[in-house]
């Protein structure tokens, strides 16, 4: 960023300085969980969920515009940010259970999930173990349906690059890989990220996330054809144009297979739409949430 001309810079305070929203941690489950939170304790509950090596701050452009109708959740996966990262391999089912454990302790009995990435892998699967506790679903730009050797080696590569070496260019060539356009990757986000991976222990925790792209594990923990058909909640599938996990003919075909199912394609956005561009997404995510 040129600091000779930045009135054009967008940070994550720009998303937030517009309205009321708090940071804190829960104890769900014994696993101290941090996260972010905007609206009303009366509104329906939204919990969103961030993908592979993540955290709730991938929301920041989404929160305020949600916690206008929903009691709204962004927070730290198992393992993520700051939450804790216990010393065992966090297969989906680890991060199903932890969200159990959320919902218990916040009271949510049938909230909404949204999950981007892993976050949508993580929701899809919540939904099939647990078909009573969700009212909607999104999945965006979701896992859990491909097998894809080089993906999972890029994955595996810019993650460990940038947490074995968390300076500027590391990290960001990691976010930067999400996008449509490099140059939504704006330097707080970098911060944001570069903080977490400094964290002690986090290097022996992405290890223990980057399970999920070994073949064999992966294999075991993604969803066939049947198990997509199983999901019995209204859904909304939003995939991209440029996103560099998968075509969106693997979104399409998930929205074919999910009974009650609803598919968004957003234009010139890569792995993360919700964040390049949030006025698209949470107009189409905002209607389905609230359609119900």
Same mark, same amino acid.
């Given at each position: 960023?040129?600091?000779?001309? =930045?009135?054009?810079?967008?940070?994550?305070?720009?998303?937030?300085?517009?309205?009321?929203?708090?940071?804190?941690?829960?104890?769900?489950?014994?696993?101290?969980?941090?996260?972010?939170?905007?609206?009303?304790?009366?509104?329906?509950?939204?919990?969103?969920?961030?993908?592979?090596?993540?955290?709730?701050?991938?929301?920041?452009?989404?929160?305020?515009?949600?916690?206008?109708?929903?009691?709204?959740?962004?927070?730290?996966?198992?393992?993520? %940010?700051?939450?804790?990262?216990?010393?065992?391999?966090?297969?989906?089912?680890?991060?199903?259970?932890?969200?159990?454990?959320?919902?218990?302790?916040?009271?949510?009995?049938?909230?909404? *999930?949204? %999950?981007?990435?892993?976050?949508?892998?993580?929701?899809?699967?919540?939904?099939?173990?647990?078909?009573?506790?969700?009212?909607?679903?999104?999945?965006?730009?979701?896992?859990?349906?491909?097998?894809?050797?080089?993906?999972?080696?890029?994955?595996?590569?810019?993650?460990?690059?940038?947490?074995?070496?968390?300076?500027?260019?590391?990290?960001?060539?990691?976010?930067?890989?999400?996008?449509?356009?490099?140059?939504?990757? =704006?330097?707080?986000?970098?911060?944001?990220?570069?903080?977490?991976?400094?964290?002690?222990?986090?290097?022996?925790?992405?290890?223990?996330?980057?399970?999920? #792209?070994?073949?064999?594990?992966?294999?075991? =923990?993604?969803?066939?054809?049947?198990?997509?058909?199983?999901?019995?909640?209204?859904?909304?599938?939003?995939?991209?144009? #440029?996103?560099?996990?998968?075509?969106?003919?693997?979104?399409?075909?998930?929205?074919?297979?999910?009974?009650?199912?609803?598919?968004?394609?957003?234009?010139?956005?890569?792995?993360?739409?919700?964040?390049?561009?949030?006025?698209?997404?949470?107009? *189409?995510? *905002?209607?389905?949430?609230?359609?119900?």
């Amino acid at each position: 960023m040129s600091t000779e001309d =930045n009135t054009s810079y967008c940070s994550i305070w720009s998303d937030l300085r517009g309205g009321a929203f708090s940071q804190g941690y829960i104890d769900a489950g014994g696993i101290r969980t941090r996260y972010l939170k905007a609206g009303s304790d009366d509104a329906p509950p939204l919990v969103l969920l961030h993908g592979t090596g993540g955290h709730a701050e991938c929301y920041a452009r989404n929160l305020l515009a949600h916690g206008a109708h929903f009691n709204v959740y962004a927070i730290d996966m198992i393992g993520h %940010g700051w939450t804790d990262k216990p010393a065992y391999d966090y297969e989906i089912d680890a991060y199903v259970e932890h969200l159990r454990a959320v919902l218990d302790c916040l009271g949510f009995e049938r909230p909404r *999930l949204s %999950g981007e990435s892993l976050g949508g892998w993580v929701g899809a699967r919540f939904a099939l173990k647990y078909p009573d506790r969700v009212g909607r679903l999104v999945l965006n730009t979701t896992g859990g349906a491909t097998m894809n050797p080089a993906v999972m080696e890029k994955i595996k590569a810019s993650t460990r690059a940038a947490v074995q070496n968390p300076v500027w260019d590391t990290i960001r060539a990691r976010l930067e890989w999400l996008m449509a356009d490099p140059a939504s990757v =704006n330097d707080d986000l970098i911060a944001c990220r570069q903080a977490i991976y400094r964290q002690p222990g986090f290097p022996e925790a992405l290890e223990r996330i980057l399970v999920l #792209q070994d073949p064999e594990i992966r294999a075991r =923990n993604n969803l066939d054809d049947a198990e997509w058909a199983a999901i019995a909640c209204p859904t909304l599938v939003v995939w991209t144009t #440029q996103d560099p996990t998968a075509d969106e003919t693997v979104g399409r075909r998930i929205a074919e297979l999910i009974p009650d199912a609803r598919y968004e394609l957003m234009r010139d956005c890569g792995h993360w739409p919700q964040w390049e561009d949030a006025a698209t997404f949470n107009r *189409l995510h *905002l209607g389905f949430l609230r359609d119900g």
